[in-house]
């Protein structure tokens, strides 16, 4: 069974930034394609940011590209999502998910291609 949890969320003014991190436990061999996900309040959930095992490639919503940066630390079996130029239109509960993947170069961008979610973290950014 693998765990995932998430911390850094908060209340942020428009342009500002926050980090996300998510840990990962309970596998021994830490192999995880991740994602990050978003569901503001009466939408559906999107993806936000998809990036393979090895961290070497990701996927970036439109809305995101340029202000979000996602990271991997491997060695801590962590991801960190660095959000800058926040928008309000950000504001939003933040999951991160995992799936096992021994594959490097692959990455999910749908929710139902993953196994495991963080508890979330609520991101609000005021106007």
């Known amino acids: 069974q693998v765990q995932l949890v998430e911390s850094g969320g908060g209340l942020v003014q428009a342009g500002g930034s926050l980090r996300l991190t998510c840990a990962a436990s309970g596998r021994a061999d830490g192999r995880y394609a991740m994602g990050w996900f978003r569901q503001a309040s009466g939408k559906e959930r999107e993806v936000v940011v998809a990036?393979?095992?090895?961290?070497?490639?990701?996927y970036y919503a439109d809305s995101v590209k340029g202000r979000f940066t996602v990271s991997k630390d491997n060695a801590k079996n962590t991801v960190y999502l660095q959000m800058n130029s926040l928008k309000p239109e950000d504001t939003a509960v933040y999951y991160c998910?995992?799936?096992?993947?021994?594959?490097?170069?692959?990455?999910?961008?749908?929710?139902?291609?993953?196994?495991?979610w963080g508890q979330g973290a609520q991101v609000t950014v005021s106007s």
């Open positions: 990036t393979t095992w090895s961290g070497a490639s990701a």
């Open positions: 998910a995992a799936r096992i993947e021994y594959r490097g170069s692959v990455y999910y961008i749908n929710d139902k291609d993953y196994d495991y």
